[in-house]
């Protein structure tokens, strides 16, 4: 079974400061993964998808990596704004089990100004 | 696109009424799943369906719940008799295929009252 687990689960910042976000999973058999942002009563918003064969993805000033060996991924955020305040979740598809997505429970976020 | 949309945003209902999620995927999108998110589960898979064949239900919680898609534009998930512990937001979400990157609909928060 896939265990996905998300440190911290609540992390508040000042604005602008860059932060790192961390997902851990169990079975390091992944196919890919996704992070994604989800805001209060909203659905999620996929960030960015990091395929097995990657180690890193960007987009504007979010930056994930992923290090299959050790079951890893982080998701960095640079010069946090309020905006940026939301859940922010994982999940990984597993090679054995395509299509289905386990999630982390998630990182809530704020970002103060 | 307009993305994933589903129907009904809001739904309460009485304990042992009859319930049902709709969902309209994003166009040419071959696979649908569907989500439970809860407090105390988080994110869970209940099924997914590939060119409108379900391929895994075993997230499926009993047999008061089916799901159908009768093309590949429309999805129900249905529950009869609805619980109070059915009370959750449910989640459609739709992808190119089955291992590409998932996109949400907004839910639908369902209280069983």
């Not at chain 1, 079974?1 to 997902?23: F, H, R």
């Not at chain 1, 996704?34 to 987009?59: A, M, N, V």
């Not at chain 1, 305040?85 to 982390?104: D, K, M, P, Q």
Request: aromatic content about 8%.
């Amino acid at each position: 079974k896939q265990e996905v687990t998300q440190i911290p689960a609540a992390l508040s910042v000042p604005e602008g400061e860059n932060l790192v976000l961390n997902c851990s999973f169990t079975d390091s058999a992944i196919y890919n993964l996704q992070w994604f942002r989800q805001d209060p009563g909203k659905g999620l918003t996929s960030l960015l998808l990091i395929q097995s064969s990657q180690r890193e993805q960007t987009s504007g000033r979010l930056n994930a990596s992923l290090d299959k060996s050790s079951g890893r991924s982080t998701l960095y955020i640079a010069a946090s704004q309020p905006g940026d305040s939301a859940t922010y979740l994982c999940a990984v598809i597993r090679g054995s089990t395509l299509g289905r997505l386990y999630f982390g429970r998630g990182t809530q976020l704020t970002v103060w100004p | 696109d307009a993305g994933v949309i589903q129907s009904p945003r809001h739904e309460v209902t009485e304990m042992g009424q009859e319930v049902t999620l709709r969902c309209k995927p994003i166009s040419g999108h071959n696979s649908l799943f569907w989500y439970r998110q809860t407090m105390m589960r988080g994110l869970e898979l209940l099924i997914y369906f590939n060119n409108n064949v379900p391929i895994d239900d075993s997230g499926m919680p009993e047999d008061r719940f089916s799901a159908k898609m009768p093309n590949a534009s429309f999805s129900t998930l249905k529950i009869q008799p609805s619980e109070p512990r059915d009370s959750a937001v449910y989640f459609c979400a739709s992808s190119l295929t089955a291992n590409t990157e998932a996109f949400f609909g907004q839910g639908t928060r369902l209280t069983v009252v």
